[in-house]
């Protein structure tokens, strides 16, 4: 069947896939795999299929927010996928977590409008344990001297402030690490739909207008800690999917 928007197939989905904001750095996680295939590019929704370490996966764009997003996780469902990991960027709240550092999110805090029209207020926008496990097992194997975290980040609708204040000072001082834009939709669709999601954000510099230098996603540092965690977002997989053939096929 034609998912109508990301224009795949869904026979040609695997039921593994890493989604990231960028075009760009959807094919960057695609160089990195075997077999690889672009299915796709309609708006900002990227598809490659392939394989990583005997794992078949898509990799897929979704843009920016939660509203565009939340068709992308949507269709990928609809298609087949089981387990979904973001790969993506955020802004630090505390200067204990410099820019180069990784985040696993746990949990989003949900200031975003789109899962309000999904869900009511009290519904919580969580991780599966389980990929939060790999992810942060994988990173440790690579981090090399990078800062490892794991904990609760925030997604909102806004870049750019108008007249009101970002909220970030309310949400540091509620023990967020990293603000972002598509988490909290991931978790709720996920959870809705029962499939299993995860997340990990390499930090681009410091949301908190006290902590602030020039917001520059293109550093050398920040870039390093992208490919790290392309790299732990892939070996995530592979241990989840190892996990889950033992899981069928359990030793006699
Ligand atoms: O790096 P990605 O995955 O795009 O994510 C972050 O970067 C974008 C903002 O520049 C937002 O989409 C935010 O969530
Ligand atoms: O949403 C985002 C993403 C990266 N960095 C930020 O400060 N905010």
Not at 28 to 34: F, G, P, Q, T, Y
Not at 158 to 163: E, M
Request: proline residues 4%; hydrophobic residues 45%.
């Amino acid at each position: 069947m034609l998912m109508p928007i990301l224009q795949v197939e869904s026979e040609e989905i695997p039921e593994y896939a890493l989604v990231c904001g960028d075009p760009r750095r959807a094919a960057a996680i695609a160089e990195k795999l075997d077999n690889v295939r672009e299915l796709a590019f309609a708006r900002e929704y990227r598809t490659f299929v392939g394989e990583y370490g005997g794992v078949k996966l898509a990799v897929v764009s979704h843009g920016v927010g939660c509203p565009g997003a939340a068709v992308c996780f949507e269709e990928l469902i609809r298609a087949g996928v089981k387990t979904l990991i973001r790969v993506g960027t955020a802004g630090s709240y505390s200067t204990d977590n410099p820019a180069g550092s990784l985040v696993i999110s746990t949990a989003a805090i949900r200031t975003d409008g789109l899962t309000r029209q999904l869900v009511p207020d009290g519904f919580p926008a969580v991780a599966d344990s389980d990929v939060v496990n790999a992810l942060y097992a994988a990173a440790q194997e690579i981090k090399g001297d990078t800062v490892v975290r794991k904990g609760m980040t925030v997604t909102l609708d806004v870049f750019y402030n108008g007249i009101e204040e970002f909220p970030h000072k309310k949400w540091k001082a509620a023990g967020a690490l990293a603000v972002e834009m598509e988490i909290s939709a991931l978790y709720v669709i996920a959870s809705l739909r029962s499939v299993r999601a995860g997340a990990i954000v390499a930090l681009d510099g410091y949301a908190d207008a006290d902590l602030a230098a020039d917001y520059d996603p293109h550093t050398d540092v920040v870039g390093q800690a992208v490919e790290r965690e392309i790299q732990a977002a892939l070996n995530a997989l592979v241990r989840l999917s190892t996990e889950d053939s033992t899981h069928l096929n359990p030793p006699c």
